[in-house]
C-alpha cells in the first residue's frame, strides 16, 4: 500500500496504524525497505506488506485482505488475470525479447490493434516502459511538428515524473524540490473546477467555460504554442463542464497548437468509455496511454499519434530498450482483448452509475460530505468541513482512510482531502456494494460528532 496523497511520513494516523502492528510479521520487511529504498512522498516509507494480490484483493503478511480500490490505476481487469498470465507463459516460451531494429508480430499487432480502437485517425503508434516516458515523446513530436518549443498545461495536474512531465504537471511534490529551471516554456493555467470555481463564487456551472477562455487567451498572447497537454478528466477525480474539452480542442486549432491527451490513469475503459475524452466528443492529435494497458503485471506505455504527425524519422524521439519487447506488447494485446471480450467498458459505465448513487443515498444527509462525482469506476467522495462553504477537511479524510483500512478496503486520498475510489472493472456487484458500505460506514463513524466548521 502507498501513503495517501500528501500525507506525511510521520502523520499522527499512520503512526498510529504501525504502532498497533509493529509485532506482526510484516514489520521487518517495511524496516528492510525503510533502511535500502531511499525515502520519498507517497512510497517509501511504506505504511503496509503485500504478500499476495489476486483479482480485486491484495493481502499482507499477517493475512489481512484488502480490496483495492487504488492500484496505482494499473488493475483494470484485476490482479493475475488467469488468461493474461498464460498469455505472458506462452510468449516467454516463444519469443522473450526483440532487439529494438528487428520486429516482431506480437509488437506490430498491438500497434494494429491501437490504432484500431482509437478514434480519428489516431493511428501512428511507439511504445515506452512508462508513462511519463510516453508523455516526453508526445512532447517531442509536437516540437518537431509545429517547429515551436512551448506547452501550455494545467495546475495540480500529473503528468509523470521526468524533467519534461514535470515541468508541464503542476504537483508542487514534483516540482517544488528541483533546484534550478525546469523545461523552458512551460506555461500553467487553472484547471477546470480550480479552487475558485469548488470553494468561491460563481460556482463551475457558470464559469467553467471562463477557464477554456483562459486556455485560449493564453495561446494567443503566445502566439507560438507547440501543444497543450492535459488529463481529460482528473483522476482527483473531477469531471469537466459540459462543453469544457470542445472549446479548448477549438481554439488549439485556431492556434496552430496540437491536443494531447494524457489517458494513462483514465483510459482503456476506466470511466465508462475506452478513452476518457470520448465523453467529451473530440479527438486529440496525441494521446498516451500506460499503467493499465501491462494487465497490472508488466510495464508498457504507448503513445497514439494522427498519421500526419509521423514527421520525425531522422531522429530519435523514444529510442527505448524495450520499445518492441514481444512480452510486454503480448501483455498489453492480451489486456485489450480482456477488456473486449468481456465487456468491461460498458460494465463500468454502469457500477460506476449505481457506485454514485449508493453513496448519494447513503451519505446525503452527511453534513461533511462536500460532493459525490466520477465518471464510470474513477469516483470519488470529497470530505469538507461544513458542506456549505466547501472547506477541505483532510484530517477527516484520513481518519476515514485509515478506518476503511481497518474495515478491509483500501484506496487513495486526492487533493488533501477526496476520498478517490478507483476498483478493478471486473469487480463483482456484492463486492462493490460491500467495499462502499465499509467507506460510508467509515465517514459516519468519523463524523458523527464533528461540528460543522
Known sequence: MRHTEGEANTSAARAKWRAARTDEPGEALLERDAAAFLHQSLSSPCVSTIAKAEGIWIEDHAGRRYMDFHGNSVHHIGYG??????????????????????????????AEKLGEIAPGDLGKVLFTTGGSDANEVA?????????????LSFWDAFHG?????????????????????????????????????????PGPESCGLACAKMVEFVLEREGDVAAVIAEPMRAVPVVPPPGYWRAVRDACHRHGALLIMDEIPTG???????????????????????????????????VVARRDLDVCGEYAIGHYTHEKNPVTARAALTTLEIIEDEGLV????????????????????????????????????????DRDTRAPAPELAEQVYYGSLEGGVSFKISAGSTLTLSPPLVIAEDDLERALSVVADAIGAVTRDVPRR
Open 346 to 385: 460498458e460494465r463500468s459505465a454502469r457500477l460506476g452509475s449505481r457506485a454514485q448513487d449508493f453513496l448519494r443515498e447513503r451519505l446525503e444527509d452527511n453534513p461533511h460530505v462536500g460532493d459525490i462525482r466520477g465518471r464510470g469506476v474513477m469516483f470519488g467522495v470529497e470530505m469538507v468541513a
Open 161 to 201: 515524473a521526468g524533467f519534461g512531465a514535470s515541468s508541464v504537471g503542476g504537483e508542487a511534490t514534483f516540482r517544488s524540490h528541483i533546484a534550478g529551471p525546469l523545461l523552458p516554456g512551460a506555461e500553467h493555467v487553472a484547471p477546470f473546477n480550480c479552487y475558485h470555481c469548488a470553494y468561491g463564487h
Open 268 to 302: 482503456l475503459g476506466k470511466t465508462g468509455e475506452m478513452f476518457a475524452f470520448e465523453h467529451d466528443g473530440i479527438v486529440p492529435d496525441i494521446v498516451t496511454l500506460g499503467k493499465a494497458l501491462g494487465g497490472g503485471i508488466l510495464p508498457i506505455a504507448a
Open 139 to 151: 512532447l517531442r513530436i509536437a516540437r518537431a511538428a509545429t517547429g515551436r518549443f512551448k506547452t
Open 81 to 110: 488475470h488467469p488468461r493474461l498470465k498464460q498469455a505472458i507463459r506462452d510468449q516467454l516460451d516463444d519469443l522473450p525479447f526483440s532487439p529494438r531494429r528487428f520486429t516482431n508480430e506480437v509488437a506490430v499487432a498491438l
